[in-house]
């Protein structure tokens, strides 16, 4: 009898110690190259028809043909909810189908909460109230838990969860207390779901030594984005001060003169500076991803970079370079990726004249390893 009672303990103890470090074991939930789906469940005011015609099965059909092995699917609280909290269904419908059809594709998906009404990325003020209300972060909770009612049929290796996009808190342990309590939210109901878990203010390179990470849960996947030198990857872009650059931009070395700094816009100058003296080249990128290679070392857990790319107009010369050397230094530390974006401003296919519009970006970023090379 006190044989079985110490079996009995022990087999308790176990399973204990399992659930609350994640279930089981670790899925098989392996991703190395993607792209995002992006403004159409998110950042998006399409609606019926228009919206239903956006992704359809052709768009996962061409990702599986090209090599790509997953997608990140942003999602709004406002395409799913009402004000009042009621479900849209329609959006809901099409995610699900989404999901069935990169399954079909041989495609695994991270469904990542973009843009919710407590906080939005955009807003770096006191208008994202998710860090200060208690009620805000049960509200977050809350949509995890009505998305984990919909998705847990799915299997654990085909799709993942990403707890926010770009959270701006104005104290990074204040992310790490959101992470908490989302994390123990979730696991009490899915105990082995793979979590995608960023770093605060943009999901950074900088800031990621400062996420605190669950401990002992091996189905959690680290994040963050990329976008540096802005001056490239957002060269023209209407919403930045650097957008507003007209001059000449050198990469790899050192990216503007001082002759061009001189003729820039006095109001961006102060943006410029860096540019005049740092050195972007593939040994910078490698350098600023530095802490988040050590993070995930640290933890024993996969790293990801969820957005990264160049904005549409910028000359493909130069974007072109860049690409070569992320996708380079994204191999040497077996880092997955997930393009910004699929068919928008930064995207390389074309939905409306259903062509590519940037092929030679597509053979850059497929030149690099795939799944499991």
């Known amino acids: 009898?006190?044989?079985?009672?110490?079996?009995?303990?022990?087999?308790?103890?176990?399973?204990?110690?399992?659930?609350?470090?994640?279930?089981?074991?670790?899925?098989?939930?392996n991703i190395k190259r993607g792209t995002n789906l992006s403004h159409w469940l998110s950042q998006s005011r399409q609606?019926?028809?228009?919206?239903?015609?956006?992704?359809?099965?052709?768009?996962?059909?061409?990702?599986?043909?090209?090599?790509?092995?997953?997608?990140?699917?942003?999602?709004?609280?406002?395409?799913?909810?009402?004000?009042?909290?009621?479900?849209?269904?329609e959006a809901w419908d099409l995610l699900t189908n989404a999901i069935n059809l990169a399954e079909k594709h041989h495609l695994r998906v991270v469904?990542?909460?973009h843009i919710i009404r407590s906080h939005r990325f955009i807003d770096?003020?006191?208008?994202?109230?998710?860090?200060?209300?208690?009620?805000?972060?049960?509200?977050?909770?809350?949509?995890?838990?009505?998305?984990?009612?919909v998705l847990k049929g799915y299997s654990n290796d085909s799709v993942a969860y990403e707890f926010m996009n770009e959270p701006v808190a104005p104290e990074h342990e204040q992310w790490?207390?959101?992470?908490?309590?989302?994390?123990?939210a979730l696991r009490a109901v899915e105990p082995q779901r793979t979590l995608v878990i960023g770093s605060n203010r943009w999901q950074d390179y900088e800031t990621i030594k400062y996420l605190r990470v669950p401990e002992g849960d091996k189905n959690i996947i680290?994040?963050?984005?990329?976008?540096?030198?802005?001056?490239?990857?957002?060269?023209?872009?209407f919403w930045t001060p650097l957008g507003r650059y007209k001059g000449n931009v050198n990469y790899p070395g050192v990216l503007i003169t001082q002759e061009d700094y001189d003729a820039a816009p006095d109001e961006i100058k102060e943006d410029l500076k860096p540019f005049l003296t740092q050195v972007w080249d593939k040994n910078k990128i490698r350098e600023d991803f530095k802490?988040?290679?050590?993070?995930?070392?640290?933890?024993?857990?996969q790293l990801f970079c969820g957005e990264w790319g160049v904005y549409e107009p910028v000359e493909r010369d130069l974007a072109y370079k860049w690409y070569k050397d992320m996708i380079e230094v994204f191999d040497e530390f077996d880092i997955a990726w997930t393009t910004w974006c699929y068919d928008g401003d930064f995207g390389f296919y074309d939905q409306r004249t259903e062509s590519y519009k940037d092929k030679p970006l597509v053979d850059i970023l497929m030149s690099g390893k795939a799944l499991g090379e």
């Open 176 to 184: 790490n207390v959101v992470v908490e309590k989302v994390h123990k």
């Open 124 to 149: 770096n003020d006191n208008s994202n109230t998710l860090f200060t209300s208690e009620e805000s972060q049960q509200g977050l909770i809350n949509l995890w838990y009505q998305l984990s009612d």
């Open 291 to 301: 802490d988040a290679i050590a993070a995930a070392k640290k933890y024993g857990l």
């Open 111 to 113: 469904v990542d909460l």
């Open 1 to 29: 009898m006190k044989k079985f009672l110490y079996l009995f303990a022990f087999v308790a103890l176990t399973m204990s110690t399992l659930i609350s470090c994640g279930g089981n074991g670790v899925n098989n939930f």
């Open 222 to 237: 680290l994040s963050f984005h990329y976008y540096h030198p802005m001056i490239i990857t957002h060269r023209g872009a």
């Open 47 to 89: 609606v019926g028809e228009q919206r239903r015609l956006h992704i359809q099965e052709d768009d996962f059909e061409r990702l599986e043909q090209l090599g790509f092995d997953f997608v990140r699917i942003p999602i709004d609280e406002v395409q799913f909810w009402d004000e009042d909290g009621n479900k849209l269904p």
